[in-house]
T-cell receptor
Framework: GAVVSQHPSRVICKSGTSVKIECRSL??????MFWYRQFPKKSLMLMAT?????????EQGVEKDKFLINHASLTLSTLTVTSAHPEDSSFYIC???????????FGPGTRLTVT | AQSVSQHNHHVILSEAASLELGCNYS??????LFWYVQYPGQHLQLLLK??????LVKGIKGFEAEFIKSKFSFNLRKPSVQWSDTAEYFC???????????FGTGTRLTIIP
């Protein structure tokens, strides 16, 4: 089946620094990737939709200057949390949609802790 | 905006018991419906999906779900659960023509051997 990887799986950073999270589709091309945030005991909240070669579309309430998304190739999207603060601590999950299909394949997630 | 409700937050069952997890959505138009499972320490995996056709959908690992349009529901069922079914289950909905998924809050299923 289709595999999506994320790197790193876990990161701890200091307040004020930036962190980059990578999302890769390993065996298929993904014109569209999605970034979610999952709070403890809560659902996945869509942050943004990332389309290859164009600007990401952010959901209401998500700061595009804080959560920078780049989708430079059909297999890679990156999420950069800029000037991270403790309230940005969360579990970030990406998914990738196989071109031509409606199904999204999810990565294993990245646990971000900002101290 | 679409919203998805999963009323069962934590379900505890013994092995071989029957399972039904509820899922209701709000938008009344044409929708695509999904159930995802997240086993401990693993990523989300698709259990089953409904796009059109037979409202009774069969998925992997013996799971099935029934789409009842009049009730805006897509409940997940399994006739006999196993200990290995212990996981978090998420219902998700996308509006037809829109690939964005709206997730429910999830149901934690614990199976007692």
């Amino acid at each position: 089946g289709a595999v999506v990887s994320q790197h790193p799986s876990r990161v701890i950073c200091k307040s004020g620094t930036s962190v980059k999270i990578e999302c890769r589709s390993l065996d298929f091309q993904a014109t569209t990737m999605f970034w979610y945030r999952q709070f403890p005991k809560k659902s996945l909240m869509l942050m943004a939709t990332s389309n290859e070669g164009s600007k990401a579309t952010y959901e209401q309430g998500v700061e595009k200057d804080k959560f920078l998304i780049n989708h430079a190739s059909l297999t890679l999207s990156t999420l950069t949390v800029t000037s991270a603060h403790p309230e940005d601590s969360s579990f970030y999950i990406c998914s990738a949609r196989d071109s031509g299909y409606h199904e999204q394949y999810f990565g294993p997630g990245t646990r971000l802790t900002v101290t | 905006a679409q919203s998805v409700s999963q009323h069962n937050h934590h379900v505890i069952l013994s092995e071989a018991a029957s399972l039904e997890l509820g899922c209701n959505y709000s938008y009344g138009g044409t929708v695509n419906l999904f159930w995802y499972v997240q086993y401990p320490g693993q990523h989300l995996q698709l259990l089953l999906k409904y796009f059109s056709g037979d409202p009774l959908v069969k998925g992997i690992k013996g799971f099935e779900a029934e789409f009842i349009k009049s009730k805006f529901s897509f409940n997940l069922r399994k006739p006999s659960v196993q200990w290995s079914d212990t996981a978090e289950y998420f219902c998700a909905v996308s509006n037809f023509g829109n690939e964005k998924l709206t997730f429910g809050t999830g149901t934690r299923l614990t199976i007692i051997p």
